[in-house]
């Protein structure tokens, strides 16, 4: 049977939808369907009465029971964490199980990056393959909630794979944006076997997310992306997780890719509720990697040289876009993230850094991992890669903690890993322009196929000189 939920109605009831610039501050009831301060316009985020301080112990443990039982809410890695939720017993839950992913040692990784150990969490492990799903379980419980009949959103491939699969198990009708031409063939096929309204913009991401905002003022529909603050409530969880599964020691660094930025946000209020609270005593230091051709809050970053301490300088009030993005990473392939206010917040709050990697670092650094039997989509790979910089740059040092956010799963973009290893990957900026050359790849730890006769000699000939 299930245990008896602390958290009564009431104390769910006074939770609000709140306006994260100080200057502003604005609240709003749970239930309007509203994605941005109807005050300022600046971002929302979810403000939960939490449980108290003295509940901690206690809350640890029921969480931890919890991954035993047969309840679907149990079941699943968000709502395992309920009582830090803006929901109560009553909510219409949609869930595919999502969450409880594993947490790995990467010693391959670990060397490479010239680092005692390095732990992977692996959120490529979700029912769709990658982190939206837990983000995508609160998002559209809130949809059913609200009365929403259509479920929205603009993507670069995994969020809309992920609204697709949670809009049909709970009878909603799904539409998604998508740049045309620029979403890898899994992502897309995932979106359609799920039975999404699947439209082709000729544009890029910000352009569909652009478009996906006006089309969301309609009352009938719901928006989706992480712009929406229950898709980081779910989101925020991965943290809880991730503290349990440490056994509640706070690493030094947590470091996640960063797209539109509402990973990174999610992650940082997860550890600061469980600060507030006293589940852990401190802040991992947060860090942001992207990809150099789509890297405009590392830019921003770089900007603030080191005045980012927040008593010395407030959050800057603009983030310059950048205007036409270019990585074969193209889940982060992003100029204009939307929440990258929320990000840059939680970046600053824990000390952690910004920064960009490039496109040669991002495909080693995705091999290093798959050489430790554990495969990503390159997003992901964006991670390792910067922990190696950040390393050699001295902010991480090699004693230390790490866990790195592995974000989707190897098999979202098969083509990439397969032209590497052929040693026939290379960027080809979408331009125009026809004179723009394509730049390759180094397949630097390259495992092509090789062609061996169909003989038994053959083959143990060949172990042999592999072996030498
Ligand atoms: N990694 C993967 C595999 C992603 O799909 C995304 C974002 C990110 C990292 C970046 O996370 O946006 O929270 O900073 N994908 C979105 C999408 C944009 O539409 O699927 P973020």
Partial sequence: MMDASPRSAHSIGTAVQRCIRPACGASFAIRERIYICQNCGGPLEIATP????????????????????????????VWRFREMLPFD???????????????????????????????????????????????????VTQAVRLGARTVVCAST???????????????????????????????????????????????????????????????????????????????????????????????????????????????????????????????????????????????????????????????????TPVENPQTLATAIKIGSPVSWEKALRSVIRSHGQVIAVSEQEIADAKAMIGRDGIGCEPASATTVAGIRKLVAAGFIRSEESIVAILTGHLLKDPDYVSDYHRGTLSLRPDTKDRKTESRPIKGSFRNAPIQVAASKSAILEQLRRTNS
């Fill in 157 to 319: 491939g995994n969020t809309s794979a992920s609204l697709a699969a949670y809009a049909a198990r709970a009878g909603l009708q799904c539409a998604i944006l998508l740049p045309r031409g620029q979403i890898t063939s899994s992502k897309l096929a995932q979106s359609m076997d799920y039975g999404a309204i699947v439209c082709e913009i000729d544009g890029n991401f910000d352009d569909c997310m652009r478009l996906i905002q006006e089309i969301a003022d309609d009352p009938s529909i719901y928006l989706a992306n992480s712009i929406n603050p229950f898709r980081i409530e779910g989101q925020k969880t991965v943290a809880f997780e991730l503290m349990e599964q440490c056994e509640w020691r706070v690493p030094d660094h947590v470091v996640v890719p960063g797209g539109n930025m509402g990973n990174c946000s999610a992650l940082g209020k997860g550890f600061e509720e469980m600060r507030q609270m006293g589940l852990v005593d401190r802040l991992p230091k947060l860090s942001v990697i992207q990809a150099e051709g789509a890297a405009p809050l590392a830019q921003l970053f770089a900007g603030l040289k080191g005045q980012w301490k927040p008593d010395r300088a407030p959050i800057p009030e603009e983030l």
């Fill in 50 to 77: 939490l449980p108290s301080a003295n509940e901690a112990a206690a809350l640890r443990a029921r969480w931890r029971s919890r991954a035993g039982s047969l309840d679907p809410r149990d079941r699943s890695g």
């Fill in 89 to 139: 017993d009553a909510a219409p839950i949609v869930t595919l199980a999502e969450g409880n992913t594993p947490l790995y040692d990467a010693p391959r990784c670990a060397e490479y990056s010239s680092v005692g150990a390095l732990r992977l969490k692996h959120q490529g492990c979700n029912p769709t393959g990658s982190f939206k799903d837990t983000g995508m379980t609160t998002c």
